[in-house]
């Protein structure tokens, strides 16, 4: 079947650490890999995507690349701001309209 | 960019009683949008696909009594929980397609709790 599996939180790191979610998947076919964000009271917001192997999504400073030999599509920020706050759900679609999500990982950025 | 909204926040309901959940798309028109549902420290699970003018199509495992759906219009689709019961409490979150491929937009979900 299809799945993901993303590091469960919650993760607490201090301003301008490195940041690592992990997130490995399952997939019938070849999947999209994405990692979406919600703030606080908020949708979720697409941070990022990768659509075949070895592409890197990245956006405001994150990035992730799709590795296919692993099955993983960790997501990385060099250097956290406290903005960046939020909970990172890693997501898989097949076909563009059913996605598959991990539960999701809560980070907090302290000053 | 494109907001899709949902009313309401948050809303609790006694046991046996309906409850009606709005999914709009605000700057765009939405064939097509998507209702989940995530559990506490779990995953959102696809319930069903809302399709403006034809019925619902609804997962494997999704009653499709008691989570009624409808498109009413190109910006509206609704769910409503009949016969609600405590084991229905959950956070039920609709999507919708934007024009890029394999991108969604997403509501800020509902949070239903049955009392």
């Known amino acids: 079947g299809n799945s993901v599996t993303q590091m469960e939180g919650p993760v607490t790191l201090s301003e301008e650490a490195f940041l690592t979610i992990n997130c490995t998947y399952t997939?019938?076919?070849?999947?999209?890999l994405f990692w979406y964000v919600q703030y606080p009271g908020e949708g979720l917001q697409l941070l990022l995507k990768a659509t075949k192997a070895d592409d890197k999504g990245s956006n405001k400073g994150f990035e992730a690349t799709y590795r296919k030999e692993t099955t993983s599509f960790h997501l990385e920020k060099g250097s956290v701001q406290v903005s960046d706050s939020a909970v990172y759900f890693c997501a898989l679609s097949l076909t563009g309209n059913q996605f598959y999500f991990g539960t999701g990982t809560s980070l907090t950025v302290i000053p | 960019g494109a907001v899709v909204s949902q009313h309401p926040s948050w809303v609790i309901c006694k046991s046996g009683t309906s409850v009606k959940i709005e999914c709009r798309s605000l700057?765009?028109?939405?064939?097509?949008m998507f209702w989940y549902r995530q559990f506490p420290k779990q995953s959102l699970m696809l319930m069903a696909t809302s399709n403006e003018g034809s019925k619902a199509t609804y997962e494997q495992g999704v009653e499709k009594d008691k989570f009624l759906i409808n498109h009413a219009s190109l910006t509206l689709s609704t769910l409503t929980v009949t016969s609600a019961h405590p084991e229905d409490s959950s956070f039920y979150i609709c999507?919708?397609?934007?024009?890029?491929?394999?991108?969604?937009?997403f509501g800020p979900g509902t949070r239903l709790t049955v009392t």
């Open positions: 999507s919708a397609p934007t024009s890029v491929s394999y991108e969604q937009y």
């Open positions: 700057d765009f028109q939405a064939t097509t």
């Open positions: 997939a019938t076919g070849y999947p999209s």
